[in-house]
C-alpha cells in the first residue's frame, strides 16, 4: 500500500521560498504523475501541480511563476518549490499520487504558516 | 477554464436519511468526474472516479452519476461517519476542485 508523508518547514517568512518534500513508500515513484494540493484554513482545495520523473512538470496557472516541482527518483520523493511566499499562501499543503485523472493517494497534510 | 459549483453548501440530515450532492460543470465534462470526502482534520479520501465508480474500499452506500454538466453523489443510508465535506473534481487543461459541500447532522 503506497504511504505519502510531506516534510519541511512549518514557518516561513514572508517573501521567502517555501519548500515542502513529498517521501513515497511502498512503491516507486517513476510509476505515477505526483502532484500537490493545498488547502487555506476554512477553504476549499486548489491544485498546484503535478510532475512525472521523466516529463515536464504542470502547474496551475494562477501559481505558475512561482511554482517549480521536481522529482528525485534515488530517494524516492518529489518536492515542491513557492518563492516569494505571502500570508495568501498560509495552507495545509498535500501530496498526492495522480492516476487516471484522479488524486488516488494523499499524504496527511502538513500546515505551513506564512508570517514575517 | 471549466468551473464546478456544488449544492447545497450545506446539508443537514439525520443518520439513515439518504443524502443526494450535486455537482454542475460550467461546460460538457463527459463523465470525467470525480468524488472526494474530507473529514475534519484528515485528507480528502477519493470515493468516486469516472461519474460513477466507486474507489478501491468504498463503502456500497456510495453511488455516483450523471454524465455531460449535471452530477449526483448518493449516500443511500448516512452512517455517523459519513458527515464531512464533499468535492467533486475535474482534470481540464488542469485540475480544478468544487467549493464542497458540508453534510452535518441534523
Known amino acids: 500500500q503506497v504511504q505519502l508523508q510531506e516534510s519541511g518547514p512549518r514557518l516561513v517568512k514572508t517573501s521567502e521560498t517555501l519548500s515542502l518534500t513529498c517521501t513515497v513508500s511502498?512503491?516507486?515513484?517513476?510509476?505515477?504523475?505526483w502532484s500537490w494540493i493545498r488547502q487555506s484554513p476554512g477553504k476549499e482545495l486548489e491544485w498546484i501541480g503535478y510532475?512525472?520523473?521523466?516529463?515536464?512538470?504542470k502547474y496551475n496557472p494562477a501559481l505558475q511563476s512561482r511554482v517549480t516541482m521536481s522529482v528525485d527518483t534515488s530517494k524516492n520523493q518529489f518536492s515542491l518549490n513557492l518563492t516569494s511566499a505571502t500570508a495568501a499562501d498560509t495552507a495545509v499543503y498535500y501530496c498526492?499520487?495522480?492516476?487516471?485523472?484522479?488524486?488516488?493517494?494523499w499524504g496527511l497534510g502538513t500546515l505551513v504558516t506564512v508570517s514575517s | 477554464e471549466i468551473v464546478l459549483t456544488q449544492s447545497p453548501g450545506t446539508l443537514s440530515l439525520s443518520p439513515g436519511e439518504r443524502a443526494t450532492l450535486s455537482c454542475r460543470a460550467s461546460?460538457?465534462?463527459?463523465?470525467?468526474l470525480g468524488w472526494y470526502q474530507q473529514r475534519p482534520g484528515q485528507a480528502p479520501r477519493l470515493l468516486v472516479y469516472?461519474?460513477?465508480s466507486r474507489a478501491t474500499g468504498v463503502p456500497a452506500r456510495f453511488s455516483g452519476s450523471g454524465s455531460g454538466t449535471d452530477f449526483i453523489l448518493t449516500i443511500s443510508s448516512l452512517e455517523p461517519e459519513d458527515f464531512a465535506v464533499y468535492y467533486c473534481?475535474?482534470?481540464?487543461?488542469?485540475?480544478?476542485f468544487g467549493q464542497g459541500t458540508k453534510l452535518e447532522i441534523k
Open positions: 498526492a499520487r495522480y492516476s487516471g485523472n484522479y488524486f488516488q493517494h
Open positions: 511502498g512503491g516507486s515513484i517513476t510509476y505515477y504523475y
Open positions: 510532475v512525472y520523473y521523466s516529463d515536464s512538470p
Open positions: 461546460e460538457n465534462i463527459d463523465t470525467s
Open positions: 469516472h461519474a460513477s
Open positions: 473534481q475535474h482534470r481540464g487543461s488542469w485540475q480544478t
